[in-house]
């Protein structure tokens, strides 16, 4: 049972363009969202993250939206590099309760053409 | 400061053979974590601790387990390798203070024929 769906699974976009990437969650406890960006051969790095007390968080070229009452979040990639090109990875937690897990979205593999 | 470290990088097993995978982290973190990645699946946890000695289950445990006899080290064996456990397997560590940021090794890729 995925209880992060992560949509879409691929995404291709221009550069200067933006990326948009979707997720939603069922279970009402979590409280941390945080986003993981993947290159390939490596390991998942933490990119940006948000509490479910404020509604966007930005840092860069990064930004997250959150909506409590839609149980969803997105992270938005303004002007958009070909070096932006990874797999990301949307993810909830319920806190030290539940050891800190993490529940994953599915990943979105995202290109961004020259 | 290595971060997290995975020993080895890639391994070939036949079903039904053995083997163990090593975690080990330099930053005094409380919590590991091993996640399997699959095309499609996101990563999916594996087993975790919350300290040294102690273990739990987590999404997908069957066919594995875990030991944690060190603080930095985290072990993870199978016992009798499936080609259902054809995968890339990560490990994580993070604090145990309410910062969530796990951080996470480069990754073993598996193949069991």
């Known amino acids: 049972q995925q209880q992060v769906k992560q949509s879409p699974q691929s995404l291709i976009v221009q550069k200067g363009g933006i990326s948009i990437i979707n997720c939603a969650y069922e279970n009402t406890a979590f409280d941390y969202f945080p986003w993981y960006q993947q290159f390939p051969g490596k390991g998942p790095a933490l990119l940006i993250a948000i509490r479910p007390d404020v509604s966007e968080k930005k840092e860069g070229r990064f930004t997250i939206s959150f909506n409590k009452s839609a149980k969803q979040f997105s992270l938005h990639i303004m002007d958009s590099q070909p070096g932006d090109s990874a797999t990301y990875f949307c993810?909830?937690?319920?806190?030290?309760?539940?050891?800190?897990?993490?529940?994953f979205g599915e990943g979105t593999q995202l290109t961004v053409n020259p | 400061n290595a971060g997290v470290t995975q020993t080895p990088k890639f391994r070939v097993l036949k079903t039904g053979q053995s083997m163990t995978l090593l975690c080990a982290q330099d930053m005094n973190h409380e919590y590991m974590y091993w996640y399997r990645q699959d095309p499609g699946m996101g990563l999916r946890l594996i087993h975790y601790?919350?300290?040294?000695?102690?273990?739990a289950k987590g999404e997908v445990p069957d066919g594995y387990n875990v030991s944690r006899l060190k603080k930095q080290n985290f072990l993870l064996g199978l016992e009798s390798a499936a080609p259902s456990q054809t995968s890339v397997y990560f490990c994580a560590s993070s604090l145990w203070t309410g910062a969530y940021e796990q951080y996470f090794g480069p990754g073993t890729r598996l193949t069991v024929t």
């Open positions: 601790s919350v300290g040294e000695g102690t273990t």
């Open positions: 993810a909830a937690s319920r806190g030290e309760t539940s050891g800190s897990r993490l529940t």
